[in-house]
């Protein structure tokens, strides 16, 4: 179902996509204790808090990313038109937007011990395909949020064509604004792949998130995380290419979660795997004449902050207190 940019499985890339949905920002100001990145090269300060610099890592800045240029998509839905119903198979090319494919999915749905009928909030939900398997294969009902108002389209119709109907939808907007009436609140659990790097507003988010959930409720979350102090060269590489404003180290992001009510009970460390990942498939698609040039120098974007050590990435499980 996920091999984003392989054009199916007789490609020899890595199996899954890079990249989360991005949610709107309304500032660049964080409300959380300073990173190590902070706290050894930092920004010009006022009072507890700071401002970050002015940078292009808005909202309406990340359509611009080169991921989210939907050329490839389009191609593979004009190939479906006269086909009626369609399946996984169909779409799998681009709608699983996370690494390695199926099997992040299975890995949330066991941390989160989802039981059929529960029900999941997606945040940066992208084309739905998180959405679609946990209905297929859990018979459980997803709920995504997208930013990005011609991905929410294209994901609804992927719904529509391939009968997930009320099981699996995505509702067009700004998590941080929606009523939760609106999203279907509360929920038994929220999943969120490789999407919260991009906000800045996390205090707000985390909260947000905790508000949406039944008591006990769980969350699992898939992201970018500062394994050491990033240095100039990288955050600018991931503010410039990654729409990602900055990352908290681990101790950091921990204390970001129990803040807003949560307790972390597992932080798996997919560093060296997604680095591997990253790299592996960012030289495959260097070979693939089919795959456009601005995608590929994502690619390398994201290959780079990974290989260069100071980027790490993690599995997070934490359940509402």
């Not at 939808?169 to 929920?187: H, I, K, Q, Y």
């Not at 969120?192 to 008591?215: D, G, M, Q, T, Y």
């Not at 949560?262 to 560093?271: G, H, L, R, Y």
Request: charged share 30%; aromatic share 8%.
């Amino acid at each position: 179902m996920c091999d984003v940019d392989g054009e199916g499985e007789g490609k020899k890339y890595p199996n899954g996509a890079i990249q989360g949905r991005v949610l709107p920002t309304h500032t660049d100001q964080y409300k959380r204790p300073p990173t190590r990145t902070e706290t050894e090269n930092p920004e010009p300060t006022t009072g507890p808090s700071y401002t970050m610099p002015s940078i292009r890592n808005t909202a309406s800045d990340v359509p611009d990313m080169n991921l989210y240029k939907l050329n490839r998509v389009h191609r593979t839905l004009d190939k479906l038109k006269e086909k009626n119903e369609w399946e996984a198979e169909d779409t799998k090319s681009f709608d699983c937007m996370h690494y390695l494919g199926d099997s992040a999915i299975e890995t949330a749905a066991k941390s989160l011990g989802l039981q059929a009928g529960e029900r999941v909030l997606d945040i940066g939900s992208g084309f739905g395909g998180t959405g679609r398997y946990l209905y297929r294969h859990f018979n459980a009902t997803t709920a995504g949020i997208e930013l990005q108002k011609e991905i929410h389209d294209i994901a609804q119709t992927i719904n529509e064509k391939s009968g997930a109907g009320a099981n699996a939808t995505s509702t067009n907007g700004n998590f941080l604004e929606l009523d939760p009436a609106e999203m279907g609140a509360p929920f038994d659990h929220i999943v969120s792949f490789l999407c919260i790097l991009h906000i800045p507003e996390r205090e707000a988010l985390f909260k947000k998130a905790h508000s949406v959930l039944k008591p006990r409720g769980k969350m699992y979350i898939e992201d970018f995380f500062a394994r050491t102090s990033l240095d100039a060269k990288t955050l600018e590489v991931l503010r410039s290419s990654v729409s990602c404003p900055d990352l908290p180290d681990r101790e950091h992001y921990i204390a970001e979660l129990e803040k807003a009510g949560f307790e972390v009970t597992d932080w798996v460390d997919m560093s060296t795997i997604w680095t591997d990942f990253v790299h592996e498939r960012a030289e495959a698609y260097k070979k693939d004449p089919s795959i456009d040039a601005d995608l590929t120098a994502f690619y390398d974007a994201v290959d780079e902050v990974f290989s260069g050590g100071q980027v790490g990435g993690t599995r997070i499980t934490c359940q509402r207190k």
